[in-house]
C-alpha cells in the first residue's frame, strides 16, 4: 500500500463535502483566517484531498473529537504520520504520543511536577527575571518582541526550573520548532526542520540525562518519581524531554503573541493597566484569539463518526484549534481582541486526558511579564511590521518590532 504522508489513503464517505485546499501552504499558516472560515462554513467535518485527510474546524466539532480519546487516538501520532504503518522522527513522546492506560501514569508525574503548588515556587523569580529584563529594555529605543522579549524570558526561566546545567537557547527554541513542524507534512517547513534535527535532538538527549539536572527543579521531581517506582528511569528522561519539546515555544510565542495583541489594540493595554485583575483574563484572550498551537490531529482508531458522518479506521483528522478559536457561532465577535473577554472554553490548551500539562506554568510566565510590564510600561508601540514565522502547527512571529515607553 503506497502511503499518502505516512498515513493510509482515505476515500471519504460521500456525504463528506470537500475543501480543496492545503493548510499547510506558506500563505495559509502566514495568514490563516480565510481557511479557517472556509473550513467551519464547508460543514461540520470536511475532506482534503491534498492530504487525504479529514478536518473539523467549527467549536463544537473540534471539541467533541480532539477531547474523545477512545475513538480518535493519540498514540498512533499527532500529526499526519501514522506511527502505526511509519516510522516516528523520534522515539514518540510517552505523555503526548500515548493512550490510557499508558497515558494514565505518566500524565500523573507531569501533573504532579507541574502543578499551582510547585508553579508558585518559581514566580519570585518570574517576577524578578522579568522586572530586571523589562528594566534593560525600557533602555532600549527600540526592540524585537521576539528575540529579546519572547524569546528572552522563556529561555532563562525555564532551564532554571527544569534545573538544566546546560544551557543554550538556541537549541530549545530550534527543538521546539523542529518537534511542531514535524507534525506537518513533508513540506519545505518540515524538511529544513528534519535536516537540523540529528543535532539539536541529541543536545537535548543529553541534557534530559539525570546528572544534568539539578536537585531543586522540575526535572528532579521527575526522577524523583522515577526513585519511587512510579516510572522507570528511561522513562524520567523521556518526561524531561517532554518538557523541553512542549515547554519553550510554545510560551515564546504566547509571550511574542501577547505583545503583537497589545501593541496593536493600545485600549486594551490601557484597560489592562487600569485594571490589572484583567491580567489573567488578558492571557486567555491572547491564546484564543491567536491559536499558539494552530493545529494538531488525531487517528480514527476504528470506525467511528463526525457530526454523523462515518468516518473509517485509520482517518487521519486534522483538528483546526485556531478555527475553532475564531468561530463566531461560539464566540459571538471572534475578530475582536477583548481582554475582559475571559474566554473560558477555548481550544489553545487542547481540551480533554491531553489538555495542556504545562498550562499553569504557561499563565505563571506570562503573568510576570504582563504585570512587570503593566507597572512599568506606559505605552507599547509598533515600530515596523510584524513579520510571521511559518511552523506546521505553531503560529508564531519571527520579529515584532517595537518601541517600549515608560511610564
Ligand atoms: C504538547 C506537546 C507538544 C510537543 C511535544 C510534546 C508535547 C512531548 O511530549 O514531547
Given at each position: 500500500m503506497t502511503l499518502i504522508e505516512g498515513h493510509r489513503p482515505l476515500t471519504p464517505d460521500a456525504s463528506i463535502p470537500v475543501l480543496d485546499v492545503d493548510p499547510y501552504a506558506l500563505d495559509v499558516l502566514l495568514d490563516p483566517e480565510p481557511f479557517y472560515s472556509a473550513l467551519r462554513d464547508a460543514g461540520p467535518v470536511v475532506y482534503i484531498p491534498r492530504y487525504q485527510v479529514l478536518a473539523v474546524g467549527r467549536y463544537d466539532e473540534t471539541r467533541q473529537t480532539f477531547s474523545d480519546h477512545e475513538n480518535f487516538v493519540s498514540?498512533?501520532?499527532?500529526?499526519?504520520?501514522?506511527?502505526?504503518?511509519?516510522?516516528?522522527?523520534?522515539?514518540?513522546?510517552?505523555?503526548?504520543?500515548?493512550?490510557?492506560?499508558?497515558?494514565?501514569?505518566?500524565?500523573?508525574?507531569?501533573?504532579?511536577?507541574?502543578?499551582?503548588?510547585?508553579?508558585?515556587?518559581?514566580?519570585?523569580?518570574?517576577?524578578?527575571?522579568?522586572?530586571?529584563?523589562?528594566?534593560?529594555?525600557?533602555?532600549?529605543?527600540?526592540?524585537?518582541?521576539?528575540?529579546?522579549?519572547?524569546?528572552?524570558?522563556?529561555?532563562?526561566?525555564?532551564?532554571?526550573?527544569?534545573?538544566?546545567?546546560?544551557?543554550?537557547?538556541r537549541h530549545l527554541v530550534d527543538y521546539g520548532a523542529i518537534v511542531f513542524n514535524a507534525v506537518g507534512p513533508d513540506n519545505d517547513l518540515r524538511r529544513h526542520a528534519m535536516a537540523r534535527a540529528p543535532e539539536v535532538a541529541a543536545w537535548i538527549t543529553a541534557a534530559c540525562a539525570r546528572d544534568r539536572l539539578t536537585d531543586d527543579g522540575i526535572g528532579a521531581l521527575v526522577y524523583q518519581a522515577a526513585d519511587a517506582g512510579e516510572i522507570t528511569p528511561e522513562e524520567a528522561a523521556m518526561l524531561v524531554r517532554s518538557f523541553l519539546s512542549a515547554g519553550v515555544d510554545t510560551t515564546v510565542t504566547g509571550i511574542g503573541n501577547a505583545m503583537w495583541c497589545l501593541s496593536r489594540n493600545p485600549d486594551q493595554w490601557e484597560a489592562l493597566k487600569a485594571d490589572t485583575s484583567l491580567i489573567r483574563p488578558c492571557f486567555e484572550e491572547v491564546l484564543r484569539y491567536t491559536s499558539p498551537v494552530h493545529t494538531f490531529l488525531r487517528t480514527a482508531n476504528l470506525d467511528t463518526q463526525i457530526a454523523g458522518h462515518p468516518v473509517p479506521e485509520g482517518a487521519k483528522v486534522m483538528c483546526v484549534l485556531g478555527a475553532a478559536n475564531m468561530d463566531p457561532a461560539k464566540w459571538g465577535d471572534p475578530q475582536a481582541f477583548r481582554v475582559d473577554r475571559k474566554p473560558t472554553g477555548h481550544m489553545a490548551f487542547g481540551a480533554g486526558i491531553h489538555g495542556c500539562v504545562g498550562q499553569n506554568i504557561a499563565r505563571g510566565e506570562l503573568e510576570a511579564v504582563l504585570s512587570v510590564m503593566a507597572r512599568k510600561v506606559a505605552r507599547i508601540e509598533p515600530a515596523g511590521d510584524?513579520?510571521?514565522?511559518?511552523?506546521?502547527?505553531?503560529?508564531?512571529?519571527?520579529?515584532?518590532?517595537?518601541?517600549?515607553?515608560?511610564n
Amino acid at each position: 500500500m503506497t502511503l499518502i504522508e505516512g498515513h493510509r489513503p482515505l476515500t471519504p464517505d460521500a456525504s463528506i463535502p470537500v475543501l480543496d485546499v492545503d493548510p499547510y501552504a506558506l500563505d495559509v499558516l502566514l495568514d490563516p483566517e480565510p481557511f479557517y472560515s472556509a473550513l467551519r462554513d464547508a460543514g461540520p467535518v470536511v475532506y482534503i484531498p491534498r492530504y487525504q485527510v479529514l478536518a473539523v474546524g467549527r467549536y463544537d466539532e473540534t471539541r467533541q473529537t480532539f477531547s474523545d480519546h477512545e475513538n480518535f487516538v493519540s498514540s498512533r501520532g499527532v500529526g499526519l504520520n501514522d506511527f502505526k504503518l511509519e516510522k516516528p522522527w523520534r522515539a514518540p513522546s510517552i505523555i503526548l504520543e500515548v493512550d490510557p492506560p499508558d497515558h494514565t501514569r505518566t500524565r500523573k508525574v507531569m501533573s504532579k511536577a507541574l502543578s499551582p503548588k510547585v508553579v508558585r515556587t518559581m514566580m519570585d523569580d518570574f517576577i524578578a527575571t522579568a522586572e530586571a529584563l523589562v528594566d534593560r529594555l525600557l533602555e532600549q529605543s527600540e526592540i524585537d518582541g521576539v528575540a529579546d522579549l519572547a524569546e528572552a524570558f522563556p529561555t532563562t526561566v525555564f532551564p532554571k526550573a527544569v534545573g538544566m546545567k546546560d544551557v543554550s537557547p538556541r537549541h530549545l527554541v530550534d527543538y521546539g520548532a523542529i518537534v511542531f513542524n514535524a507534525v506537518g507534512p513533508d513540506n519545505d517547513l518540515r524538511r529544513h526542520a528534519m535536516a537540523r534535527a540529528p543535532e539539536v535532538a541529541a543536545w537535548i538527549t543529553a541534557a534530559c540525562a539525570r546528572d544534568r539536572l539539578t536537585d531543586d527543579g522540575i526535572g528532579a521531581l521527575v526522577y524523583q518519581a522515577a526513585d519511587a517506582g512510579e516510572i522507570t528511569p528511561e522513562e524520567a528522561a523521556m518526561l524531561v524531554r517532554s518538557f523541553l519539546s512542549a515547554g519553550v515555544d510554545t510560551t515564546v510565542t504566547g509571550i511574542g503573541n501577547a505583545m503583537w495583541c497589545l501593541s496593536r489594540n493600545p485600549d486594551q493595554w490601557e484597560a489592562l493597566k487600569a485594571d490589572t485583575s484583567l491580567i489573567r483574563p488578558c492571557f486567555e484572550e491572547v491564546l484564543r484569539y491567536t491559536s499558539p498551537v494552530h493545529t494538531f490531529l488525531r487517528t480514527a482508531n476504528l470506525d467511528t463518526q463526525i457530526a454523523g458522518h462515518p468516518v473509517p479506521e485509520g482517518a487521519k483528522v486534522m483538528c483546526v484549534l485556531g478555527a475553532a478559536n475564531m468561530d463566531p457561532a461560539k464566540w459571538g465577535d471572534p475578530q475582536a481582541f477583548r481582554v475582559d473577554r475571559k474566554p473560558t472554553g477555548h481550544m489553545a490548551f487542547g481540551a480533554g486526558i491531553h489538555g495542556c500539562v504545562g498550562q499553569n506554568i504557561a499563565r505563571g510566565e506570562l503573568e510576570a511579564v504582563l504585570s512587570v510590564m503593566a507597572r512599568k510600561v506606559a505605552r507599547i508601540e509598533p515600530a515596523g511590521d510584524a513579520v510571521w514565522r511559518p511552523n506546521n502547527a505553531i503560529r508564531a512571529l519571527d520579529r515584532l518590532p517595537l518601541k517600549l515607553i515608560p511610564n
